[in-house]
């Protein structure tokens, strides 16, 4: 089954949007959105490393983003500038990684894979990577769910409470790196932060509980894999964008969905 | 002996932010801390809940103390669905006493279906002083816990906290810009700015040199609540308008 490269595809762009998806609602409530944008950006200095030495692309950008993820949640709190210094760190990653890969001969082109994604390329290998780094990011969201919403919700009281809220941060943290390096075969690191927050985005009105939300968020986001690859299979086009288009179109639609409820709520006339 | 700080500083990168902090809070008692705006409050009791890094002294308190704490806010992003009720048991080490205390001060519960990002001001401050209180506390911190309420609002706020430490015993540690209320109810004030300038009885503390430096000379604190706190002063002029 797996020889087959359309249920590879299919399998790889699932299993990434299910693994972002419950993920990306902590980036939204957290408003953490340039965080992952900018980790996501530095991945590709990890990719280029790993381009010259020839060692796994995905152990490369896990690597960098770790990196840069830890450094910012140490960094956090001790400076007001937080999203500037993100900004600093996530495009001089970006751009050595850039000058790397031009000394690289023959990777110019490949290059865009890795920019936007070329989930027809995925080996039986990555789809087995994208799964288990699936299945760590759940383990990691569902054994900490409930100290991860308090200390989203404050810091303080969750210390109160008897909580950690920097080691929780940091799981948030390496759940972020391991999406963004599993992501990268499927969407690559321009659009993958789109996979976290657009789902989450789409589910915000539709789900009454943090559970819920995580819940619709995950289906969404795999319905949208599963959509844009069929609709760049018919119209030939590049499937990491068309995931990220599908996935605002149903953004779009559940949006328009909350208005109307909104309007027509019973017992309220606007006028 | 419920919590003591020994010699306890703070800093925050080169900036320092406590300075040596010695104070103790014993069972039952009401302490008050005042201090101008910066002058490290929040910051103290961040150090006692463990959420501020102690740069040099200790603070002692038994693992088997149960602190119920009030954050001066809650800023809940609206993307986060989550109710009241939710949030009451997020994390939270309730027991049958303290699930009594937190249902007194909810009252009617008919807003605890609703989004904690739509409750009003007040039905706020309920919940997180319910939530303070369910597992039944040894001491309460409240971390200018009437911010935000209208001043029948805060006096009916004050009482509830008299009510709950006459009937549990809790002692409250407490920072508030409400000087006359610090002046009636507590036991002890402490008036911090960076270091403690003063501690003691609310008479001598408002009496003493390094108070009136801080808060003016006007000794019954009007002219400092109408400095400190603009809300207030709001509220009090639409008052005489009525």
Redesign the interface.
């Known amino acids: 089954m797996l020889d087959d490269f359309m249920v590879r595809a299919t399998l790889a762009g699932v299993g990434v949007s299910l693994a972002a998806a419950p993920l990306g609602c902590f980036v939204v409530w957290r408003r953490m959105a340039y965080f992952g944008e900018a980790t996501a950006h530095a991945a590709l200095l990890g990719i280029s490393l790993s381009l010259m030495f020839e060692f796994s692309v995905f152990a490369g950008a896990l690597f960098v983003s770790v990196i840069m993820a830890t450094a910012v949640t140490i960094g956090q709190g001790r400076s007001l500038f937080l999203d500037t210094l993100l900004g600093v760190a996530g495009h001089s990653c970006m751009a050595l990684g850039l000058i790397i890969v031009s000394f690289i001969s023959g990777v110019r082109i490949e290059l865009m894979a890795y920019l936007i994604g070329d989930i027809l390329a995925v080996s039986k290998t990555d789809v087995l990577l994208i799964w288990l780094g699936l299945a760590l990011v759940l383990l990691l969201l569902i054994w900490r769910w409930s100290a991860l919403l308090l200390c989203t919700l404050n810091e303080d009281l969750a210390a109160a409470s008897g909580l950690y809220p920097k080691r929780e941060n940091f799981v948030l943290t390496i759940a972020l790196a391991v999406v963004v390096a599993v992501g990268i075969k499927v969407v690559g690191v321009l659009l993958i932060i789109s996979l976290l927050i657009i789902p989450a985005a789409s589910s915000r009105s539709l789900g009454s509980t943090p559970e819920k939300m995580a819940i619709y968020a995950s289906l969404l986001g795999a319905l949208s894999a599963i959509l844009g690859f069929n609709v760049s299979y018919v119209f030939d086009t590049p499937t990491g964008p068309s995931i990220v288009c599908v996935a605002s179109l149903i953004f779009l639609l559940t949006l328009t969905f909350s208005l109307l409820k909104e309007r027509f709520r019973p017992g309220i006339k606007i006028t | 002996m419920l919590i003591e700080v020994q010699s306890l500083n703070v800093r925050?990168?080169n900036k320092k932010v406590l300075e040596n902090i010695n104070l103790s809070v014993s069972s039952g008692e009401i302490v008050t801390i005042v201090g101008p705006n910066g002058s490290g409050k929040t910051t103290l009791?961040?150090a006692i809940?463990?959420?501020a890094p102690i740069s040099s002294g200790k603070i002692i308190m038994s693992p088997s103390v149960k602190?119920?704490?009030v954050?001066q806010v809650?800023?809940?992003?609206r993307?986060?669905?989550?109710?009241a009720e939710?949030?009451l048991n997020?994390?939270?080490?309730r027991n049958d006493q303290g699930l009594l205390r937190a249902q007194q001060i909810l009252g009617s519960e008919d807003y605890l279906s609703t989004q904690i990002s739509s409750l009003s001001g007040g039905q706020l401050q309920r919940v997180l002083l319910a939530?303070a209180l369910m597992n039944d506390p040894d001491v309460l911190?409240l971390d200018e816990a009437t911010r935000g309420l209208d001043q029948p609002g805060s006096a009916a706020f004050y009482k509830k906290i008299e009510e709950v430490r006459e009937s549990s015993g809790c002692a409250v540690l407490m920072i508030s810009h409400d000087l006359h209320v610090v002046m009636s109810a507590s036991n002890r004030v402490i008036c911090l700015n960076g270091h403690i300038c003063c501690q003691g009885e609310p008479q001598s503390v408002a009496s003493s040199p390094e108070y009136r430096d801080l808060f003016g000379s006007n000794i019954d604190g009007t002219f400092a609540l109408y400095q400190h706190n603009h809300k207030e002063n709001k509220s009090r002029i639409n008052h005489s308008n009525a």
Do not use: H, M
Request: hydrophobic share 40%; proline share 7%; glycine share 10%.
């Open positions: 925050y990168g009791f961040k809940i463990g959420s602190v119920g704490y954050p809650l800023n809940v992003d993307s986060l669905p989550l109710t939710r949030f997020l994390v939270n080490n939530r911190l």
